[in-house]
């Protein structure tokens, strides 16, 4: 098991930029898949992105070109920049750990933090 703590959610305006970060408990290094999902107020929670073991990512298309998933394993943390942010990006954000590679569905994590809230205002 991993324990995973996310942080650096926020209120922010819309075009503003926001780094999340997510600690997790024990070295990912080598062996988990990191990934962000979002669940907005009413909605099913959805895939944002992932980065493998190998440093391979992978976006969901609503994201592309805005966000960037990255680790750094020396820390056991992973972060998502999310810029350009949209009154629709408001979500609560779960960082996750899994052992599939680069999966998508939450199926396939099977570690999960508590989730950090981001805001946009319009």
């Known amino acids: 098991q991993v324990q995973l703590v996310e942080s650096g959610g926020g209120l922010v305006q819309a075009g503003g930029s926001l780094r999340l970060s997510c600690v997790a408990s024990r070295r990912t290094a080598g062996r988990y898949t990191m990934a962000w999902f979002r669940q907005a107020p009413g909605k099913e929670r959805e895939f944002v992105a992932a980065?493998?073991?190998?440093?391979?990512?992978y976006y969901a298309d609503s994201v592309k070109g805005r966000f960037t998933i990255s680790r750094d394993d020396t820390k056991n943390t992973v972060y998502l920049q999310v810029n350009s942010l949209k009154p629709e990006d408001t979500a609560v954000y779960y960082c996750?750990?899994?052992?599939?590679?680069?999966?998508?569905?939450?199926?396939?994590?099977?570690?999960w933090g508590q989730g950090t809230q981001v805001t946009v205002s319009s």
């Open positions: 980065i493998s073991w190998s440093y391979t990512t």
């Open positions: 996750a750990a899994g052992i599939q590679y680069l999966a998508r569905q939450q199926l396939d994590y099977g570690n």
